[in-house]
């Protein structure tokens, strides 16, 4: 957080990051109004999003035990950017696929 070599909303992302990773964004306010004042809803969305993604990613592969392999490496840098097009139709997918109503679980 102490370097020059990153912008202030690079270091606002940086910090939201970490917090979504070690899920205490959720008590940080104080986090969520500074990243705010330096991104759109959209591209908090979006941050969060991606980062959510990764996480998810890294647990998988952490708990099968399994590495990252050059391959998976290239993939993710061309993976920088996210269309928020594509989220909101995806978001939009969901939310017009959603059951009314869930089923009980069958106790089996």
Known sequence: MESDLLTDRQK??????????????????????????????????????????????????????????EHDVEKIKGSVRTDPENVRRYLQLILDTWPGKFPEPSGD
């Open 12 to 69: 606002a992302a940086v910090l939201w990051a970490e917090h979504v990773t070690r899920n205490t964004a959720k008590f940080r306010d104080d986090v969520f109004e500074h990243v705010k004042s330096l991104f759109s809803e959209p591209e908090i969305l979006e941050l969060t999003l991606v980062c959510g993604s990764f996480n998810m990613t890294n647990r998988i592969m952490d708990s099968l035990h399994m590495d990252i392999t």
